[in-house]
């Protein structure tokens, strides 16, 4: 009786499997067509068609349903190997789902089959486990850093930029931005007993648009920082006790896009550097060296300079943060001046400012999407000490050198810097890596001079505000491909001597080397031919830039690199790639359909910038790897859903991702962008991983020293669910690296909330830690009272939908007793 019922259950749950079989193959079917009509894979065709009648037998309780099945796996199984090979990442879609349901098969043979279902039962299952075993092997495969080459590094000369040592006293660990460290006590063979030393809390918690993105200072016995609302604190290096803070209140209306305060500039006045070089103007032939102490009895002789998202540069005494009362008003200086009404949150400072022969030379972000006719994105530089305006360069109007003539504006709408510069007191030069005119994704109104110097490096010289020289790394850019990374300073090897020369890295992937005396590249940089068409055709460069020194980006989509769950998901991608515009890099906006953008605009590289080991002379860049599925939007298509600008009383109000329904207000189009291509139903990316790398690069020969997937996959997960799977999966990432002579490479970044140490030579992580909170910001390494210490914000990203934070957190060696 208790056998009959047993087997009665057992065929209820068969014949549900079926059914289950059945509804998962008519949309496999019904899809699959479609994707055959755009010219895709027959696979899920074939694939739901044997579903279907593996389902209607088992239903029927018929034990060829179950060999129908295990005929569809295996055919699957020899499929997804002829298409993807043993690409571990490219194998789950298309076989974790069918080997799930192979297991409710085998499940079910005892049902079908009584007699010798549980013998086949019991070899089916072996089976299955040992199929598992060989598919955790290629994916474990797929996940470990890959050395194509065997390189030597070798040390570079370093005039280029002083090396970090006890301090870091720019945003960059020096002027020449390499973000290394001389520190050595901290190394690889005893970095695993990395502790929390301290953590201090800025206590600037903002609500929704979360994102601090903070590198401190330490100068002295001081570390420096602001907090995501420009909130300017210092605290005791070896303690993390808090000395002083001051707060310019900052209304969140000014808030732009993030709340970000990427760091500060420390600066010191003549009589507080009797010695040696101010910090803000240390020769790049020297090392840099701690500021004199005690600290200079002058009020505001030594001071901490910082933009704030209300468009201020204030200035406060470094010694006890009180206002400096001999710079502009009270401590500040409004650099909106001269350039008309401006809309709360259209113009705000994110990035450090950059001190050049005691001159402040900032940029600023101005919110993008909102209107062609933005404020202007001029470039102003101030004098350190008392913040008067020394020049102005207004690209559209060369004839401007301060302010605008009386009832004029500085020119609405030009390129503006949102990242860091760089600069080099020897020359008297000034690295502005330069953004889109507003409007990123429609150039018919842009004019010469916007065209000529949009998605530029451009270098001013210091005195003057003039441009020396520009090198553009994309023409009529019309996809965000804006320079988000500071250039560093090197000194590039060649047949004829050591070079002055700065690395510039880009969103689309490419690295340029390029001699800073003159902007000439030192490496080779080839036009090649691009996709045309689109809706501005005749407004598309025939030709763009590519480096041949090195490149983070991948080969080009194809179909077969769609991604998702399980093979429903990955072939609601497979179309959407059939049916988008993609003829690969550059592809045109288009305004009938979506379009790829590949990479998208996170990078290749963004405002965390590349590390430079000048001993080994290696470049260590963290990347992103995704897609952006984009369309171009009419006006009145956008009006009808609410898509108003910054200030309209219209507007939305809300997150949202950059890009997703911004206005563009002023030209035909408004833009939406589907970041990182992810799918509305899982939150998962359509593309396959890794989605994030970093790689050691050789700066001689441009040849990859090892490259490997960055990020776990413990805190992403369908449906927004973390998964809690310690998997390099390679992960989207924002911030950058610092890197030692001891070996190391310190970064976090990554959205799995850890930070970690590497092994230069390897690329193998050899100590990570969980932050509270996301790690979006780069990290600093400094030595107080003979201890080094490794500091990092936790602050989180809404972008990144990492846990908002406002934490500071050093680690160090337990200390001796």
């Not at 009386?406 to 330069?434: C, F, H, I, K, S």
């Not at 065209?451 to 965000?480: C, E, K």
């Not at 300073?489 to 490419?510: C, E, F, M, R």
């Amino acid at each position: 009786m208790a056998r009959s019922k047993a087997h009665g259950l057992g065929a209820v749950l068969v014949r549900g499997f079926g059914i289950l079989l059945i509804l998962l193959g008519l949309p496999l079917i019904i899809g699959g067509g479609w994707l055959i009509a755009l010219g895709g894979s027959p696979y899920y065709v074939l694939a739901g068609l044997g579903l279907v009648i593996s389902g209607a037998m088992l239903a029927r309780l018929k034990a060829s349903g179950a060999w129908v099945y295990i005929g569809v796996f295996a055919a699957t199984f020899l499929w997804a190997l002829w298409e993807v090979g043993l690409n571990g990442w490219a194998l789950v879609p298309r076989l974790v789902a069918p080997a799930v349901l192979l297991v409710g098969v085998i499940l079910s043979l005892p049902v079908l089959t009584p007699e010798r279902g549980r013998r086949l039962a019991l070899i089916g299952g072996g089976g299955f486990v040992v199929l598992t075993a060989v598919f955790s092997l290629i994916v474990g495969q797929a996940n470990r850093a890959s050395a194509p080459d065997a390189v030597q590094g070798a040390a570079l000369a370093n005039a280029a930029g002083e090396t970090a040592g006890a301090d870091w006293p720019a945003y960059g660990g020096t002027h020449g931005a390499q973000r290394f460290s001389a520190l050595t006590q901290i190394n690889r063979d005893n970095v695993g007993q990395l502790e929390r030393a301290w953590t201090f809390r800025t206590g600037d918690l903002p609500e929704e648009k979360w994102g601090a993105e903070t590198t401190p200072l330490k100068v002295g016995d001081t570390l420096y920082l602001c907090s995501a609302r420009n909130v300017l604190i210092a605290l005791d290096a070896g303690t993390g006790q808090q000395r002083w803070r001051y707060d310019p209140q900052v209304s969140d209306d000014w808030i732009p896009y993030t709340a970000a305060c990427r760091g500060v500039a420390y600066y010191e006045t003549a009589s507080a550097a009797t010695a040696q070089p101010a910090a803000g103007g240390v020769p790049t032939s020297t090392p840099a060296r701690t500021p004199a102490t005690p600290a200079p009895v002058a009020a505001c002789a030594a001071r901490i300079i910082e933009g704030t998202l209300d468009g201020r540069l204030i200035a406060v005494d470094a010694r006890n943060g009180r206002p400096c009362a001999d710079f502009g008003v009270d401590g500040a200086v409004d650099i909106k001046t001269g350039m008309g009404d401006v809309i709360p949150g259209m113009v705000s400072i994110t990035s450090a400012p950059t001190i050049v022969r005691d001159v402040i030379v900032t940029g600023h972000q101005v919110l993008d999407g909102q209107y062609r006719q933005a404020p202007s994105g001029v470039i102003k530089g101030f004098d350190a000490r008392t913040g008067e305006l020394r020049w102005a360069w207004d690209m559209a109007r060369p004839d401007i050198a301060g302010l605008p003539p009386e009832g004029q504006t500085y020119t609405r709408g030009t390129p503006n810097m949102w990242t860091t510069a760089t600069g080099d007191d020897q020359l008297g030069l000034v690295y502005l890596p330069m953004g889109n005119s507003a409007a990123d994704y429609y150039s018919s109104q842009r004019s010469a001079l916007e065209n000529q110097y949009a998605t530029s490096l451009v270098a001013l010289d210091i005195n003057t505000g003039r441009p020396a020289w520009s090198f553009q790394t994309v023409h009529m850019d019309v996809w965000d491909y804006d320079l988000g990374s500071q250039a560093t300073l090197i000194d590039y090897p060649s047949a004829g001597g050591v070079t002055p020369a700065i690395l510039l890295p880009s969103k689309q992937g490419d690295l340029y080397i390029l001699d800073r005396r003159t902007g000439r590249p030192l490496t080779g940089v080839q036009e090649r031919p691009v996709p045309q068409g689109g809706v501005e055709a005749a407004q598309r460069s025939k030709t763009q830039p590519f480096s041949l020194f090195h490149t983070l980006a991948k080969k080009r989509l194809t179909e077969r690199d769609m991604w998702g769950m399980s093979p429903i998901d990955q072939m609601v991608c497979r179309i959407g790639f059939r049916q988008a515009a993609y003829d690969g890099p550059y592809t045109p906006p288009t305004a009938d359909r979506r379009w790829i953008q590949y990479p998208g605009y996170n990078g290749g590289s963004d405002w965390g910038g590349v590390a430079v080991d000048p001993r080994r002379g290696w470049i260590i860049a963290n990347y992103n790897d995704m897609p952006n599925f984009n369309r171009l939007v009419p006006r009145a298509v956008a009006d009808k859903a609410g898509w108003f600008p910054r200030g309209d009383p219209r507007e939305k109000k809300g997150p949202a991702a950059e890009g997703a329904g911004d206005p563009q207000q002023g030209v035909p189009y408004a833009i939406d962008v589907n970041a990182g291509w992810r799918m509305g139903s899982t939150g998962m990316l359509c593309k396959q991983p890794p989605y994030g790398g970093l790689r050691a690069i050789d700066i001689r020969t441009g040849r990859t020293v090892w490259d490997r997937p960055f990020g776990t996959a413990r805190k992403n997960g369908p449906f927004g669910i973390p998964s809690m799977l310690p998997i390099d999966i390679g992960t989207p990432n924002n911030g950058g690296a610092a890197v030692t002579a001891g070996g190391l490479i310190f970064i976090a970044a990554a959205t799995d909330d850890l930070i970690r140490a590497v092994d230069i030579e390897t690329g193998k992580t050899v100590w990570q830690d969980v932050l509270p909170a996301g790690g979006q910001a780069n990290p600093i390494i400094y030595e107080q009272n003979g201890r080094q210490y490794l500091v990092i914000m936790a602050g989180g990203h809404h972008f990144m939908e990492t846990p908002n934070g406002d934490y500071v957190i050093a680690y160090a060696l337990p200390e001796r007793r």
